[in-house]
């Protein structure tokens, strides 16, 4: 049998293998502890194991309310739907010889060009990674309104991208007029690859890197693109905490629109899908005059042609009532579609 992270997105350290019991570690790679506080994303491969019953443990916070997600191509994932104690049993079946456990579903390049090939849509070169990878877009509509969304500024942050494919569906179905999109699904496409946190990288991450010389190409783009075409509206979509269940919103600035963007999106809410609630609406952050947070909602809520812009932090697994799967993940894609629309038409 072995365990270990050789694909896209692995991230785990193997301390030790005591009969059936793995003891187990994630990396933390060039992420810093803030304010004592380590990262939690970790994602392995057991391969070999056919027939036995293996306990994984990990000896501190790193296993959500489901347990760990599971997989056997990286492409289709399941909650274990067990937790205790941050240890979790797995029966491998006579024919599994290759399973995937991570701490959240992944959403790996390979979906998004699925996605991109399912709507006829093609997937374009954004820019070059720092390690010289195409990091992929996509561009869809015309007109002088420019709606730019991203996801994975921090690499770990994986559940968006289902969302982003059904609010991209929902935008296709049913276009804003005069508008044109941008999808960058990766920002920190590196950190997706390897499988980093990504997360309080070492000097700063890629969501404090809207200063005046970006360290990371993407940022670059985003910024010219931004110089280019405007940012009208801007949403970047993250995770929360580890263990917080809900789906709320991170802003600074202009915050009656960001209300009353949230109002909407409460109203909005679709069978299935998870559910923006009113518990944690709106999280502020207040900015320092003097050393202002260099994030990417920050930066475009500054540009003077921008009407709103956003962080969306997704929950990980969502809670007992609205449980998180990629369905559910679309299905509230669409109602951030339908909020999006109706705030525009409000606002045009
Ligand atoms: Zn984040």
Redesign the pocket.
Known sequence: MIIHNKFIGGNIFVDRIEEQHVYLRNEQRDTVAVNGKDRFYWAFVVEGAEGQELTFHFGKRRLGIWGPAVSHDLVEWHWLDQNEDNTFTYRFGENESKVYFAHHILYHPTHFYAFAKRNGLTVEEFCKSRKGSSVPCLKFGVGERSIILTAR??AC?SVSGYLLEGLVEALLDNPIENTRVLVVPFVDYDGVMEGDQG?NRYPHDH?RDYIDEPIYPEIRALIDYADKYGCHYGFDF??PGHSDKRIFMMASIKPEKIHRFSDILVEEYLEGGLRYAAEKQVEWKTLDPHEPMRTFNNYMSSRPENELALTL?VTYTGSEAYKLTADSLRVFGHSFANALRRYVLENS
Request: a negative charge.
């Open positions: 500024h921090h942050e997360k969501n993250h995770s932090e």
